[in-house]
């Protein structure tokens, strides 16, 4: 078909001779445009699809879930690998658009993470790094759902996904130097997970009761409203903070009211649903969790597993400085090292060899024996942070 990259794909025909093209490759990359200010899920609008020849702009706003399906079987295909920059978002805009997600991919942010380029490197950022490319800026708030879209967005569109191939090249070369190219692609499989897209209720209530200010006998009450508040914002398909911020949800919790008139004078509820007959749900939800103590985790009960105390947190804050240190050292983000919840409890950890370090699941083998070595060292107090020059913090014995 003729080159017609700087226009919307809007047909059927068109959409099925581009899946064929695709289909050819062994490597294709995508990217995504979606709008989601006044909705709970993200509505997408604009799909960017590349080869390392070709590229196109497809406007999903014009074509139906079955029109579209062609690429959809591609980008579930086996044998092509696709590549996509901070696939999170762009995975979630397929799963609510078509109910898939693509696999296999690789994540160039990912990929970068691993590379010494730091941790979510944007991707205007990352070509320039690798590519010596500048990429334009100022669209990053472009109204989307707009037709037509003027001939400079399309082209910002379309620069998004056109050296995502030739990006991924040259990470891969540096992570096979690094033996790190599977460990890239075990982390980027993650973002193929539906489980990701679809957060329990359990969870946000856990990260919210983990408030300093929350007490845990209301956690009950928390749990109730937070189911209340995530059906209702897919109900409605509206952002949760419409309905009510997490810190409405937790005053809610505190003071439990028991009467519709008593919701209605309660501040940052929205008014609609503090109205009949929602209000009766809301009331409910807050009945069912005071019936409800048995909720509360046994880890919450035991908030100090939670929460660092003074002395912990100064030691947290060292902590992180030299893994940011390692992170630089070994090219690798420090996120990757210790994930950030594992923080406190490896500061709380107190091992006795490396052995036990290695062993205890909260240090990334993949930072190797040296890192390791280094690692265990600091926790034992044989190495310490010292400032060289007046200038940069390195460890020092």
């Given at each position: 078909m003729p080159d017609r990259s700087l226009e919307l794909i809007q047909n059927s025909k068109d959409v099925a001779v581009i899946?064929?093209?695709?289909?050819?490759?062994?490597?294709?990359?995508?990217?995504?445009?979606?709008?989601?200010?006044?909705?709970?899920?993200?509505?997408?609008?604009?799909?960017?699809?590349?080869?390392?020849?070709?590229?196109?702009?497809?406007?999903?706003?014009?074509?139906?879930?079955?029109?579209?399906?062609?690429?959809?079987?591609?980008?579930?295909?086996?044998?092509?690998?696709?590549?996509?920059h901070a696939a999170h978002g762009d995975q979630e805009c397929l799963l609510s658009a078509y109910d898939i997600l693509s696999s296999p991919v690789f994540d160039t942010a990912v990929g970068a993470s691993l590379c010494g380029l730091g941790d979510n490197i944007g991707l205007g950022n990352l070509i320039r790094s690798v590519l010596g490319i500048e990429l334009p800026k100022g669209y990053a708030r472009t109204n989307w759902s707009k037709r037509p879209l003027p001939k400079p967005v399309l082209e910002y569109a379309l620069l998004d996904v056109k050296h995502l191939i030739e990006v991924a090249g040259i990470l891969f070369e540096r992570l096979d130097q690094n033996g790190r190219?599977?460990?890239?692609?075990?982390?980027?499989?993650?973002?193929?997970?539906?489980?990701?897209?679809?957060?329990?209720?359990?969870?946000?209530?856990?990260?919210?009761?983990?408030?300093?200010?929350?007490?845990?006998r209301d956690y009950a009450v928390l749990l109730e409203l937070v189911k209340w508040r995530e059906d209702r914002v897919r109900e409605l398909d509206v952002p949760r903070r419409w309905l009510a911020e997490d810190?409405?949800?937790?005053?809610?919790?505190?003071?439990?009211?028991?009467?519709?008139?008593?919701?209605?004078?309660?501040?940052?509820?929205?008014?609609?649903?503090?109205?009949?007959?929602?209000?009766?749900?809301?009331?409910?939800?807050?009945?069912?969790?005071?019936?409800?103590?048995?909720?509360?985790?046994?880890?919450?009960?035991?908030?100090?597993t939670l929460q660092p105390n003074s002395e912990e947190s100064l030691g947290i804050d060292l902590l992180r400085v030299v893994l940011s240190l390692l992170s630089e050292q070994y090219?690798?983000?420090?996120?990757?090292?210790?994930?950030?919840?594992?923080?406190?409890?490896?500061?709380?950890?107190?091992?006795?060899?490396?052995?036990?370090?290695?062993?205890?699941?909260?240090?990334?083998?993949?930072?190797?024996?040296?890192?390791?070595?280094?690692?265990?060292?600091?926790?034992?107090?044989d190495l310490s942070l010292a400032l060289e020059s007046g200038k940069r913090v390195k460890l020092r014995q």
């Open positions: 899946a064929k093209t695709l289909s050819q490759a062994t490597m294709i990359a995508f990217d995504t445009e979606f709008i989601r200010e006044s909705t709970f899920y993200p509505k997408l609008e604009i799909l960017q699809i590349a080869t390392p020849s070709d590229a196109w702009l497809i406007d999903c706003q014009a074509l139906s879930k079955n029109e579209m399906k062609p690429i959809l079987d591609v980008f579930q295909d086996p044998k092509i690998l696709k590549i996509v190219r599977a460990w890239a692609m075990e982390l980027s499989a993650k973002f193929g997970d539906r489980k990701l897209y679809e957060v329990p209720p359990e969870d946000i209530a856990r990260r919210l009761a983990q408030s300093g200010k929350f007490h845990v810190g409405v949800l937790i005053d809610l919790a505190k003071i439990k009211p028991t009467t519709v008139e008593q919701l209605q004078g309660f501040r940052g509820l929205s008014r609609g649903e503090a109205k009949l007959p929602q209000a009766k749900k809301i009331l409910s939800a807050i009945e069912k969790g005071v019936k409800n103590k048995d909720e509360i985790p046994k880890d919450l009960k035991e908030r100090k090219s690798i983000a420090s996120k990757h090292i210790v994930q950030p919840q594992n923080v406190l409890p490896l500061l709380r950890l107190h091992p006795d060899s490396v052995a036990v370090l290695q062993t205890s699941g909260l240090v990334s083998p993949q930072l190797g024996d040296a890192g390791m070595q280094r690692l265990f060292a600091f926790l034992k107090g």
